[in-house]
């Protein structure tokens, strides 16, 4: 099923206004409208599953903060500190998640239009896609020890030495697979091939991409204004 995404032009520039806005912004509270705008991008391009798990850790997070700055909250295992961490960088952890998971084709084709080098290339995708491909390749681990009566609490807290290896030695195997496929894939794709390259994914900006672009330079010079930094 098709969906709506941004471009990466509009996705940078997200993810540059929220670092500018976050970095320089005086009012961590009001941080919040930088948050709702991240929201809003990424419910327009139906991601749910980060709008919706993240958007309660948010509410938490909310909860949390009103409770330390006027019930006098004291907490012991999470630091107040970090809650405060995390409400102010929202916005740049929900911008980098949008980014880095714009599918590779996109990537690569954005970074040749402004020709980047191939090594450089090659090596934020790598980066980008590194923490998706560990976790997709954990999950099929876990999923067949689950099928072996490996995964039990009683069998992991009695053999812990045992269920690390049995978690590590086919989680490496794997990741050395994946290692030569994709040096294989690269070469028959031309990796090291001269010149820009297009890609079958490749987008242009629409109106949506720049109606989201002038949204965000608006709210970061109208976030940096109230907060009484001059521009």
Known sequence: ????????????????????????????????????????????????????????????????????????????????????????????FLSSWDLMTTPPGELSAFMSRIHMPTSVILGILVVFRFFPTVKSELK????????????????????PLITGEYVLIPFLFRVLMIADQLSVSGTARGADTPGIRGSYYEKNMCMPDIAIMILWVVVTVAYLRIGGIKI
Not at 48 to 68: A, S
């Open 140 to 159: 099929s681990v876990y999923l067949s020890m689950k099928n072996r009566g490996l995964t039990g609490i009683r069998h992991i807290f009695g053999h």
């Open 1 to 92: 099923m098709s969906f709506f995404s941004l471009t990466v032009q509009a996705k940078l520039c997200s993810l540059v206004c929220a670092i500018v806005a976050v970095s320089l912004g005086k009012d961590v509270i009001f941080s919040y409208v930088l948050t709702l705008v991240c929201f809003f991008t990424l419910i327009i391009q139906k991601k749910w599953q980060i709008t919706v798990t993240y958007g309660l850790f948010y509410i938490l997070l909310g909860i949390l903060l009103y409770l330390i700055r006027y019930q006098g909250l004291h907490m012991y295992v999470f630091s107040e500190f970090y809650v405060l961490m995390f409400w102010k960088f929202s916005p740049i």
